[in-house]
């Protein structure tokens, strides 16, 4: 006997539980962004997903729509993703921002085949226009020293950007346009730029991958009596960035060639660094600068 209370009893707590699973009233999540940046248009896009897993909502009869500045403006459901409501709502002239909630309308099948209208209403939701932002980059990709736009809206001349964690040489064009220098940096890596100033600090642009560039040296090779001195020609493509471009010079006969440190100076494009002949020898010199190709100049001193 009290084996089979047991389990009738079990029975309607199964019964129940699922009565109550499918009886769940509709839910909301907003699709919409807190921060939208600004149009010329001033229409925004207001968008919510409507989860609804109760079995006994009629389909067809759901409606959603946005009250927004006391205005219900109606949704459109997405014809892919049937949970998926949007519609276009045109801020009025002079405000920055918007208060609006979800509501949908649907009915409820009943065991005796009526129908029961429902209604819900979603929490109470805010946007807010953005007017600094960052659009893109003007290329992706590039070598050392070359100028890379970027695109935007409330840029200023205070505005700097940062490649891979280093400052950049920057010039302000205006409110919409910056522009930046690809530091000297390794090749072959896709480094993150940064927008750095205004109230929202830090703003991610996107990634920047840096190609190696032809580093030529004049002449290709030579030859110098020991106590003589001829001079090595350095030349780039694009003048050199903020900081100049550090070009090292190693040699397998170090006591056969004596030469100064090579660094092109910013905003130049070459230079010239004399070499001294010392003990007599043949080897070579293996130049290379972050972002370049690597060059070997065969020498000899006699």
């Given at each position: 006997?009290?084996?089979?209370?047991?389990?009738?009893t079990?029975?309607?707590?199964?019964?129940g539980?699922g009565f109550?699973?499918?009886?769940?009233?509709p839910?909301?999540?907003?699709?919409?962004?807190?921060?939208?940046?600004?149009?010329p248009?001033g229409?925004?896009?207001l968008?919510?997903e409507?989860?609804?897993q109760?079995r006994r909502?009629?389909?067809?009869?759901?409606?959603?729509?946005?009250?927004v500045?006391?205005?219900?403006?109606?949704?459109?459901?997405?014809?892919?993703?049937?949970?998926?409501w949007?519609?276009?709502?045109k801020?009025p002239q002079?405000?920055?921002?918007?208060t609006?909630?979800f509501?949908?309308k649907?009915s409820?099948?009943?065991n005796n085949?009526?129908?029961?209208?429902?209604?819900?209403?979603?929490?109470?939701?805010?946007?807010?226009l953005e007017?600094?932002?960052?659009?893109?980059?003007?290329?992706?990709r590039?070598?050392?020293?070359v100028?890379?736009?970027v695109?935007?809206?409330?840029?200023?001349?205070?505005?700097?950007?940062?490649f891979g964690?280093k400052k950049?040489?920057?010039?302000?064009?205006?409110?919409?346009?910056l522009?930046?220098?690809?530091?000297a940096?390794?090749?072959?890596?896709?480094?993150?730029?940064?927008?750095?100033g205004?109230?929202?600090?830090?703003?991610?642009?996107?990634?920047?991958?840096?190609?190696?560039?032809?580093?030529?040296?004049v002449?290709?090779?030579?030859e110098?009596?020991?106590?003589?001195?001829?001079?090595?020609?350095?030349?780039?493509?694009?003048?050199?960035p903020?900081?100049?471009?550090?070009?090292?010079?190693?040699t397998n006969?170090?006591e056969?060639?004596v030469?100064?440190?090579a660094?092109?100076?910013?905003?130049?494009?070459?230079?010239?660094?004399?070499?001294?002949?010392?003990?007599p020898?043949?080897?070579?010199?293996?130049?290379?600068?972050?972002?370049?190709?690597?060059?070997?100049?065969p020498v000899?001193?006699?």
């Amino acid at each position: 006997m009290h084996q089979a209370k047991f389990r009738l009893t079990f029975l309607i707590a199964i019964i129940g539980l699922g009565f109550l699973s499918s009886c769940r009233q509709p839910t909301f999540i907003n699709l919409t962004s807190q921060n939208i940046n600004q149009n010329p248009s001033g229409i925004y896009t207001l968008q919510t997903e409507v989860d609804i897993q109760d079995r006994r909502v009629v389909k067809d009869s759901i409606s959603v729509s946005v009250i927004v500045g006391g205005e219900s403006i109606p949704m459109v459901v997405d014809p892919v993703n049937s949970g998926l409501w949007s519609c276009d709502y045109k801020l009025p002239q002079g405000f920055d921002e918007a208060t609006y909630y979800f509501q949908v309308k649907y009915s409820t099948k009943l065991n005796n085949g009526a129908t029961k209208p429902g209604e819900i209403k979603s929490d109470l939701q805010v946007f807010r226009l953005e007017n600094r932002y960052v659009g893109n980059l003007a290329a992706y990709r590039g070598p050392v020293g070359v100028e890379i736009a970027v695109q935007g809206r409330g840029l200023t001349k205070y505005d700097s950007i940062t490649f891979g964690d280093k400052k950049t040489q920057t010039r302000y064009l205006s409110e919409n346009e910056l522009r930046f220098t690809v530091p000297a940096l390794p090749s072959g890596v896709d480094y993150p730029v940064q927008l750095i100033g205004g109230p929202h600090g830090a703003l991610d642009i996107g990634n920047f991958r840096i190609d190696k560039s032809p580093l030529g040296v004049v002449p290709s090779s030579l030859e110098i009596a020991s106590g003589d001195s001829a001079n090595l020609l350095f030349k780039i493509d694009y003048e050199a960035p903020s900081g100049g471009l550090e070009i090292e010079v190693k040699t397998n006969i170090p006591e056969s060639v004596v030469m100064p440190v090579a660094k092109i100076s910013e905003g130049d494009r070459t230079i010239n660094i004399p070499v001294q002949g010392g003990a007599p020898g043949e080897g070579k010199l293996i130049i290379t600068a972050p972002g370049y190709d690597s060059v070997e100049i065969p020498v000899r001193v006699f």
